[in-house]
């Protein structure tokens, strides 16, 4: 019997194993890279893509994407609208994400290291002041770019941020995830087929009240998350953030940029009391647009108005009120 059942459970591992594997690869084709790469440290890769105005270039704009995601989730509703105004505009994968490289592990969980690997890279290519845009997750990471690397921030527009701690916790998953052993045999063998089965609920929680785009999934290829080590890298992200922003959130009083925070009132993932308004309090001069029954994505729900708001801070980066100047 001891036998029978342990090689049940080999078939299920090789069985298992064969299958995510199989789907990783499909995915990895059918998602492939669309942009360009930049060399990291210890022969990683920074996966990124562009766009440019037809005209004389502008201020650069940076978005920055949140947790399960990829660069096509900001650059598909913002990109070419922006490129439109003027600006040039860059989308990155974060490192571990889409098909950007996670040089030193769990140690690039934290978003400090990922603004100083993201920098790196964009200084290879001549980039060194941006207009940063962070959604969600990346909220945090925008706001160190503002406290930590004044040099290079110019502007902060907050889409949904994290950056404040949260009551909640994490789902179990996150956890399960990142254990020694069980980990890797989680990733390999569950998060695939169930994730598969599940994303579109999890695509809908993320835009809900409103409608998820019908072609959304297929369009910022959302699977790539389902691949094992960027659902690792994934969780290692959301896990580490609770302490992140505990450290940061008393420094937010000290971002010095133009700064705006756009947020959905009925945002039901990051809650808007504990994060936006907090934030739009502490920030000198913030100015907070609050979007009546929108979800956690403002930027998909009302693209357009997000990036007036973008141009915005454009406009006050480009001419600083008399009190700013002094």
Known sequence: MIRIVFAGIAVLIV???MFTWREARAIGRAY????AFVALPGGARLHYTERLPRGEVGETVLLLHGASGNQADVMLPLG???AAKGFRVLAVDRPGHGWSDRPDGEADASPARQAEL??????QIGVDRAIVVGHSWSGALAADLALDHRDFTRGLVLLSPVLYPWPSGVAWYNHVATWPWIGPLFTHLLTMPVGLLSIQGGVAEVFAPQAA????????GVY????PAEFTANAQDVLHLHDFVAAQGPRMPTIAVPTAIVVGDGDTVVSPDIHSRHAA????GATLVMLPGIGHSPHWADPDRVVEVIA???????HPPPLAAQ
Do not use: E, H
């Not at 993201?118 to 200084?123: G, M, N, V, Y």
């Not at 785009?213 to 910022?220: E, I």
């Open 15 to 17: 069985v298992g194993g």
């Open 32 to 35: 492939p890279p669309v942009g």
């Open 80 to 82: 070419d609208r922006l």
């Open 118 to 123: 993201i920098l790196a890279a964009l200084r």
């Open 213 to 220: 785009p019908s072609d959304y999934a297929a369009r910022t």
């Open 224 to 227: 790539l998350v389902l691949r």
């Open 281 to 284: 309090r502490d920030i000198p």
């Open 312 to 318: 915005d801070v454009a406009r006050k980066v480009a």
